[in-house]
């Protein structure tokens, strides 16, 4: 199968390159670029020379080759939506990495993102890329949304305990850390070795554009109004998120049995580790995997989840490869372990 | 003044080492190791040659050479308590930067430290030195408890909002980001590099002894009883504390009525620093420094603050000179700034 | 196939695991552990979790199932050549990682390892295993020596060179930087994160014992005596070396010759990645790979090579992976890509 | 006595601020900078918040305040020069961390930074600012260049032995390491944090501006031409330099005997810090501090020298205010220790 990548130089697609070349059914076709021209893709990173020597292309739909049958869109939020209708015009699929297609109503996304949503259409159109809430749809799907990194890091832990009225849906807190490439490739003050070295910091208090993402999904899959309090961190390392994730327990089920409840949900999710008692998540043990690890520890009258990912893999791009996998009938876990 | 270090090879040693070296007003006269026999100091920590060449002695009072006025102690809980009360014997005044002086009810160190604590005499007399705090208790003070570096990043920015009833004693959640240095000088695994390095992990979830220190000294100073849920998590680098807490909104006042009682609360503080809405602490700020730097943003129904600490500063090693400043009377930022 | 390993708990295992694990034609029967009984290899490396759940058995060659073709030995130096003569004779061929077979003359390796060597015959039968050179004698060894991480990064872009004639073999310097897994998993001051962490240092000045590995390998592929400066140094990072190399220049070939020269040696080469001019290698660009990036530059009368490899991989188990396929006929770089 | 800073948003300016408000006999009443305005100088550096409130100025020599005595100029090459004889004709001493007045020789300036030299009177008159070599000269210097960090860290160690003629002149191989501060603070695809973590590579091999700096400071202070390789490198740190040198011996006294000769060259010198035998410098032993390490191996025909320095310290502000020191007849440590 025939994949092409419209958004080629982004950290996160360097991750999906490597990914797709090691997974067995598909090709990578074709390779669109914003303002680079058309260099090889191994002079943007050269770690990819000798893997994979494909030139760039422009955005354009014609500039996307006939036979291809998928397209990862890791384009930023605000410009996807100008491509994506179009290419979807020409009868491709879409994986689309942006927030544009995340929310079911437009006046949350131009409430948070500040501009009016150009494609309502596919807005309606659009599946939620996670695929251990949303399989059925994702797998008809022309279009899916591929999740924010932190919402999966959020949504897979509290999604079971919410489900079976074991947590209070409202006064979630989430205090996320994320590494610094989930800030992207931009070169800033705030990306320079310098100032992120040595150094942790929260950012965007109370206002990061992932939490409404959080409560709407939530909310669609458990049938109530969730609010949460969602803080991201910025930490020393070059990928990985942890969340922390303060829930108030409901009911008299004690920690094993909530534990029990977490494993029951995802019995067969290929994707999902389950901590024991006395066992939490490290980053380091899913950098570079698809994993999601969760703990689960009841103190007082909190329920206290932590969720390990790593942010370019699960949170991003080894999601799209495991959409792809759903939407094209592959097995799931195809290429990803 | 002569002052001397008993415990000289703790990482938070080697600050104090550098911070007293500064101090116009004191002298370091001994240095006591626990097994380490008689080397200099500059053996044990090459980066003090020819700063400091003291040989190193035993830890017994009778090793503490006379005219000493001041013993910082930094030896580890469970074994401060067997040198303390005979440091104080000998009329030397002490400033423990162990757990054993931290609480005044010996059963909540029992319950925590799983140990019958030894010197209830000493808890008795001994003063939390926080001097934000307790500066007037401090002054007169024999026997200084230094505080746990947590506390120290949870304490100083909950107690004005706890005072002035302007948030919930109860359901506080604190969420800690710490340096490794904080977990000690041992080799072990958990210390390794490659274990360390490109991870974040929480750990002691539920049951990490700074909470209770936390609760103490917050009831003891608003007069109510207070409920922390406090997490802390290893973060890959040397220093630094990150303290997110999230506590419940009460009453009316808005964001920056807070901010201002924040500011008011430390009027003349020489270590304390509010920041302006907008701004954020980062741990990179107050590296190498005694500051501790604090945000407020309320969200919803919760108020969040932020503040960062190094820890083996204001975190330990300046806390101490801080504390030594206040009960000789020296100006209280001398050596600090 | 059935493959086992004997010392699976070394970082370089944990690695090897993982490619073994992705490899299209071996399955792994057997992980042999020296002191931790039988716990699942998950256990050890949580990270393998979902991955691969076998239990570790002991080292005694009773106690590798039968069916196993290859055992990959991880054992430390001086261990290991107490087991693998006794492996041989059961008939299984073996790939050893430590440097234990990397050397002919015996007398070598007493003089730097400080102990008799006790299997001199396998000394005899053992191949270099490092295929871009002995390929062929690879393909029929029961015994494959795998190379030390700082040789491979020098040898490679060394042997071209020397081959030819083009710089001399002698006054060779190598100032290679290591991340810090190349130092092992053991728990030591030397490896504690606050000792590494922001800093570089150099260790075993003139003493490193890769120094004679590196002059004996040169010398018998390019047919003359071979010496060579090494120092090794440790860098603030996981994994990777950097070897700078400055070899005196011979003859009047100018440096666009030189860069030809090393091309048209290792031409068909999988894993040898040849920089053109103005491009250097960076250790980043190799992490996770089996590559060997290297670039030449003709500076004064010095010829200055760099390489970079990731020293888990290029430098132990990706090259025993690579050692595998040559020896066993798959692709060479079968499940390297 | 006061003092000013003329380009004070550098990294190597804060480092500067931060040690002068340190130091016991001078104020800073002038911070200039180009481009910014008029914040306040703990907007630009928040860490500077209740250190020091001043605001910053333009850098035209009538922004200067009357009474500035000293101005330290930390402008970039080629800007430099075009200031620093407007500050002299007001009678401002001036110490300049810039290259433009580091070669006595204005061609060897405009081969190497590619533009004609508009000074050429202060060259004559600038007097390179490495006390421990020029420290006669300095006392009474108007205009002291600072030298670069690399050169800080080559030319202490090799100075004594050419001086002494116990290595050869030509054919020094200098392989240096520096953390990433050394490259400035300009936000640059090379600066990103995802970009330096985790890495190690080698930059402007053969081409560094400070391969003639070293050479020429050399020859002039030992009397003879002097020939380098430099090739420095960038490692995963904030700061630090390790300079790595393999010169060649000379003569025949052993090793021990050139040590001897390392430290009675500098007998009396309060940052430098020769290591005994079997001790090698560490970065981290040097950190915030003005000291030089330096270790001395003989290895086969050869001399390793390596050398320590924490770059924006003694390589640079640290530096600066010694040769202030100097300058002023202020005891030469005053304020550095």
Redo the contacts between chains.
């Keep these: 199968m025939k994949v092409g990548i419209a958004g080629a130089t982004a950290?996160t697609s360097l991750e999906l390159i490597k990914l797709l070349?090691?997974h067995p059914r598909v090709e990578i076709s074709y390779l669109g670029v914003r303002r680079e021209g058309s260099p090889r893709i191994s002079e943007i990173f050269?770690?990819l020379?000798?893997?994979i020597e494909l030139p760039c292309s422009g955005l354009e739909p014609e500039d996307v080759p006939k036979g291809v049958d998928l397209l990862f869109v890791t384009l930023p939020p605000k410009v996807s939506m100008n491509y994506v209708p179009r290419y979807l015009r020409r009868g491709v699929r879409v994986i689309d990495f942006s927030a544009d297609y995340r929310f079911k109503d437009p006046t949350v996304y131009e409430k948070w993102y500040k501009v009016s949503h150009t494609d309502p259409e596919g807005l309606k159109r659009a599946v939620y890329g996670l695929p251990e809430l949303y399989r059925k749809e994702i797998i008809g799907a022309s279009l899916v949304s591929n999740p924010g990194c932190y919402p999966v890091s959020t949504i897979l832990p509290l999604a079971p305990l919410l489900k079976k009225g074991l947590v209070e849906p409202t006064?979630i807190?989430v205090?996320s850390?994320s590494?610094?490439?989930g800030r992207g490739?931009e070169?800033?003050?705030a990306?320079?070795?310098?100032?992120?070295?040595?150094?942790?910091?929260?950012?965007s208090?109370?206002t990061h554009r992932h939490t409404p993402e959080i409560e709407e999904v939530l909310a669609d899959r458990v049938g109530m109004r969730v609010?949460v309090?969602f803080?991201p961190?910025l930490?020393?390392?070059?990928?990985?998120i942890?969340s922390?994730i303060?829930a108030r327990h409901k009911g008299s089920a004690g920690e094993e049995a909530l534990r029990v409840t977490l494993k029951s949900f995802y019995p067969e999710e290929?994707f999902i580790?389950i901590k024991e008692a006395g066992?939490?998540?490290?980053?380091?043990?899913?950098?570079?995997?698809n994993?999601c690890d969760i703990?689960l520890?009841v103190?007082?009258?909190?329920v206290?989840l932590?969720s390990?990912i790593d942010n370019l893999i699960k949170g991003a791009s080894g999601e799209a490869v495991q959409n792809m996998n759903v939407m094209f009938g592959f097995e799931e876990a195809l290429g990803l372990?």
């Design positions: 950290y070349l090691r050269p770690s020379r000798r893997l006064d807190i205090d850390k590494g610094v490439s490739r070169a800033t003050e990306s320079h070795y310098c100032e992120c070295n040595e150094n942790i910091e929260a950012y208090v109370g609010k309090y803080t961190h930490a020393p390392m070059d990928r990985g942890l922390t303060y290929p580790r066992e939490f998540p490290r980053t380091k043990e899913v950098t570079n995997t994993f703990s520890n103190v007082g009258e909190r206290i932590l390990a372990l």
